[in-house]
């Protein structure tokens, strides 16, 4: 979301309109589609809030679960999202800036409503806690502010710390590979799902049903995330979901 429309980019930039997001979410909700996720990516980066009452409008046309992300700095922020109709929020910015954000939200609304949201992104050279080593080339970097200011801190690191902190799941993007439809991130997916214990949602870089396939059977992620295959009407929710099945991965039809 930007602008009160759903947009979509290339690694978080170059954003192009994708229509009307109380529109999209019916028409996903009465697809099938099993969660609908709402990040108000300029929200932080703008410093306002997540627009209210787009989510109370998109939340009375569905009945799915509902993640609402984007400009979430304090409790009542969450609250105030949730009275809207969301059932978790997703944050990002306020958390790496305020970690003990994570823990007050899920002493009030229950672990369940609390989702970490995390944009990794390589860069050179290595960090301390990495656990590819020290050696390695290059580490992942958590951004925020919608993916234009890097944090210094290891995005695995983070999310295990986050977990701890009070977080219910993770909700992964790569932004090297956002948009790129060339599939997604499976080291970094694999690295985050493998070292948390709470579910990884896998974002960033999905071109079809295949790269689903992919992402499911090399990584531990419990979900996949998509935006461009079905917002430009490529692929279908249920054909997908068929796809999946049809290879061996456990979906609801």
Not at 72 to 88: P, T, Y
Not at 140 to 168: C, H, M, Q, S
């Amino acid at each position: 979301m930007a602008g009160g429309r759903v947009v979509k980019g290339l690694h978080f930039e170059s954003l192009r309109d994708a229509g009307d997001p109380v529109e999209l979410a019916k028409k996903y909700s009465d697809e099938g589609a099993d969660e609908l996720v709402f990040l108000d990516i300029t929200a932080s980066d703008e410093g306002r809030g997540t627009l209210r009452e787009l989510v109370r409008d998109v939340a009375s046309v569905i009945d799915i679960p509902f993640t609402v992300g984007g400009g979430i700095g304090s409790i009542s922020d969450a609250r105030e999202i949730l009275r809207n109709g969301a059932d978790k929020v997703a944050i990002n910015t306020a958390a790496v800036k305020d970690p003990s954000i994570l823990t007050g939200l899920m002493e009030i609304f229950g672990k369940q409503c609390v989702v970490v949201a995390i944009d990794g992104k390589r860069v050179p050279g290595t960090d301390g806690r990495n656990i590819f080593g020290t050696d390695a080339k290059y580490w992942f970097e958590v951004f925020i502010y919608g993916g234009k200011k890097g944090t210094g801190t290891d995005a695995i690191w983070w999310a295990g710390e986050a977990a701890r902190l009070g977080a219910g799941e993770v909700l992964l993007t790569s932004i090297d590979y956002d948009g790129t439809k060339n599939g997604y991130d499976i080291e970094l997916t694999g690295a985050v799902a493998g070292s948390v214990p709470v579910p990884v949602v896998a974002s960033g870089g999905c071109g079809g049903p295949e790269h689903m396939v992919d992402m499911f059977k090399n990584t531990d992620a419990d979900a996949a995330l998509a935006a461009s295959i079905f917002h430009y009407d490529s692929h279908g929710i249920r054909w997908t979901k068929e796809h999946l099945r049809g290879t061996g991965i456990p979906v609801r039809l």
